[in-house]
């Protein structure tokens, strides 16, 4: 099956992923968002398919924290640190017999 992939501008951009300029800026810089194709002298796009992944993935991961989150809360309770509690027979105490 073949499909086919469109440029989209800024606006569309925008408003899909919800970030303001400067953030994607910042995001293409690290090579956390996919990198704009230059479409003319003053005119730049990204590919359809590569945002809609970008998305894809911001999803996956948030449901990822979401479940490590969620098992970390049905864990049961750790007992009480005992490291730096001294027992009686190291505090000079001598246990009675």
């Known amino acids: 099956m073949l499909t086919q992939d469109r440029f989209l501008r800024w606006p569309e951009v925008e408003r899909r992923v919800g970030c303001s300029k400067s953030k994607v800026r910042k995001l293409e810089a690290a090579g956390e968002f996919p990198r704009r194709v230059t479409l003319g002298p003053r005119a730049v796009g990204w ?51």
């Open 47 to 97: 590919l359809e398919s590569e945002i809609n992944q970008w998305i894809a993935k911001r999803a996956a991961e948030r449901d990822d924290v979401e479940a490590v989150a969620a098992t970390k809360l049905k864990r049961t309770p750790r007992k009480a640190p005992t490291e730096g509690v001294l027992l009686p027979e190291f505090r000079g105490e001598h246990p009675v017999p």
